[in-house]
Nanobody, 126 residues
Framework: QVHFEESGGGLVQAGGSLRLACAASGGTISRYAMAWFRQAPGKEREFVAA????????YYADDVKGRFTISRDDAKSTVYLHMNTLKPEDTAVYYCASDRQEYRTGRLQETDYASWGQGTQVTVSS
């Protein structure tokens, strides 16, 4: 079973940038859409961004459009989330996940994803 490890989180001032990485081991991600979700304290986990298995389609939550970019490097079995112009409301634990099914364009629902990482904390100070 594939295992994911997120990295790149940390403390950053508002307006700053971070790049999160999600490295897969124990299996391939090349046939699967991948996504990032986040969970802020006291809130439910929410969709942030998704990328199709081919890397040709992208999906973003409205509040991150234009600021965040999802990408993938299947040769490195890694998915990235480039976050710019960060805001305090972006503070959350960020998780990556892989689709339950192969060869799909991308899904926005948490239930569509089967394998999850442990998350990386992102804290944006005002």
């Amino acid at each position: 079973q594939v295992h994911f490890e997120e990295s790149g989180g940390g403390l950053v001032q508002a307006g700053g940038s971070l790049r999160l990485a999600c490295a897969a081991s124990g299996g391939t991600i090349s046939r699967y859409a991948m996504a990032w979700f986040r969970q802020a304290p006291g809130k439910e986990r929410e969709f942030v961004a998704a990328i199709s298995w081919s890397g040709g389609s992208f999906y973003y939550a409205d509040d991150v459009k234009g600021r965040f970019t999802i990408s993938r490097d299947d040769a490195k079995s890694t998915v990235y989330l480039h976050m710019n112009t960060l805001k305090p409301e972006d503070t959350a634990v960020y998780y990556c996940a892989s689709d339950r099914q192969e060869y799909r364009t991308g899904r926005l629902q948490e239930t569509d994803y089967a394998s999850w990482g442990q998350g990386t904390q992102v804290t944006v100070s005002s």
